[in-house]
């Protein structure tokens, strides 16, 4: 009881924003910013199911919000803040706990974000984390998954497929020399910042896996797509493993990139708008439903994975 | 994978209002309501935690809601809608999502709320939920822990302590012969809708047990209070036991009754803005620290319990 309290004391009311009220309260209040629209998202981290038993707890913090902040980039929103619950077996300890808020705090200067309010419990079984993030748009400036049409080009922001093979690197299953390939998986990188409205007719962040997530893009579009497997970017880490790694690099998620259909003649517009971080075309939109992955001799591939799966 | 679709598409995207755009995008889109601050708050409930195994899903799903809508309430916030976290163990059956979603779509309708998003997942140990409320108030108009002065008096809604009594008729180890005070155990009532502001000085609502969120005003507004258990309101099914559950009424929780500070002169004034809703005077914030109980003798009790705890 009072360990609740001091906890929250300790290791939360320094993450807090004035709109937290100290975390005195039992709830926020949040004056929206005049003239925009709110955009709200919530993802759940469960130990053993979106992270394995072990892994650091700053960088678990970090994943937690990141995976919320690709959703509010996925819609083009700028990030405000949070709201965070924690559910934590009776046994963790004071390390545990400074180390999560330590990579709150990091990624919060990162993404100029704060900790609104939330809630904390023990849990029966593993850890159990939930974050709510919200950001604000231009109204009638939020992308969204609907919008392809055909004739509309397939592009994506960095790398595919890294955090597949990083996830394997973490399970001891290949190996990752430098590390990049685990940090990809650990710690993705969101693509706040944007200024894709007006630009792109589609967005979805990569999180369940490229070809399952384009095909969410084609089901909300009433389209279908063609995706060359030859052009989509694969890091240079991740180009020293062999083709029977292909499948896991376009079907397994986790690399946090975005997913965008652009209009055709608006390339340029794009790619200024991207700034330092690479965009490749990797495809087109059709009126035909289904996605189908084209392989390095032109033939569709036969692919026994349709997307994201749980660790275990 | 589909059949996290599915469920969805079934059991979800009925609930869901014109802000969670078909539950098909990464995140909502809310247009604030203008003129008004947004109140924020999420609370979760863990099975073997906050329910037990074989609760009724339906009634999981509605107090889930209503400890949130509790939190609305005693900052003094119109509900809008919220979004939700599920965590299922594998084998949950479509019975189960059935009930839990009918409960929800009951009390959204009860209290004017919509479903804006959401995120599933799978468990490995129990069902694990959380929701996060979305309110709103007029500018400065939120209520707080913050406000109790010296010389206000302390009132609650409702009668006290049924919660407490009704948590042991479900575990058998009393007779609740007319089924009241497990409702109000698995079903709370909060006290949405009364216009407070301007009248009470501070507010809360009554989770962790009457003294203990009685003890988070006094230290929130740096004052201290005396209770009169004589005055404390009973209801007449939780007057049937006898003082040896005083202690439980006075400091379990799960009553979710507001607790008011409201300075003198005023209770005209709040009585009227609480309608049918009966109210009662049961003390008086001082200057001195501390939160101190007088019983039927006018001799402070000794309370072993300072509050909440977890069922198990």
Not at 25 to 30: G, T
Not at 160 to 183: H, K, M, P, Q, V
Not at 240 to 254: H, K, N, Q, S, V
Request: aromatic share 6%.
């Amino acid at each position: 009881m009072g360990d609740e309290f001091s906890r929250i004391a300790t290791y939360f009311a320094p993450l807090a924003g004035v709109e937290a009220r100290g975390l005195m309260d039992d709830a926020a209040v949040l004056t929206p910013p005049p003239g925009r629209e709110l955009v709200l998202t919530v993802d759940q981290m469960l130990e053993g199911v979106h992270f394995l038993p072990g892994d650091a707890p700053g960088l678990i913090a970090r994943k937690l919000l990141r995976r919320n902040l690709s959703d509010l980039a996925a819609m083009g929103a700028v990030p405000l803040g949070y709201l965070l619950t924690t559910a934590l077996p009776p046994g963790t300890g004071e390390d545990w706990l400074a180390a999560f808020s330590a990579g709150l705090a990091e990624d919060q200067e990162c993404f100029n974000i704060k900790l609104f309010g939330g809630d904390s419990s023990s849990s029966l079984g593993g850890i159990s984390l939930s974050a709510t993030l919200l950001g604000h748009v231009a109204p009638g400036a939020a992308l969204g998954r609907g919008g392809a049409r055909a004739g509309d080009e397939i592009w994506v922001t960095g790398t595919i497929g890294d955090a597949a093979l990083g996830l394997r690197a973490r399970r001891g299953e290949l190996l990752d020399d430098t590390g990049f390939l685990t940090s990809r998986s650990m710690l993705p990188q969101p693509r706040t910042g944007l200024e894709l409205a007006g630009i792109v007719s589609a967005a979805i962040d990569i999180s369940d896996g490229l070809l399952q997530d384009l095909g969410h893009v084609c089901r909300a579009s009433g389209v279908g797509a063609v995706v060359k497997a030859g052009l989509v970017p694969f890091s240079a880490q991740a180009a020293l493993f062999g083709p029977e790694y292909l499948e896991a690099r376009l079907t397994e998620g986790d690399d946090y990139e975005l997913l965008l259909a652009v209009p055709p003649g608006r390339a340029g517009a794009l790619t200024a708008a991207c700034g330092a971080l690479p965009v490749t075309k990797i495809g087109v939109f059709h009126a035909q439903a289904g996605v189908v992955a084209l392989g390095l001799d032109g033939v569709p591939l036969n692919l026994k994975n349709a997307g994201w799966r749980h660790f275990i």
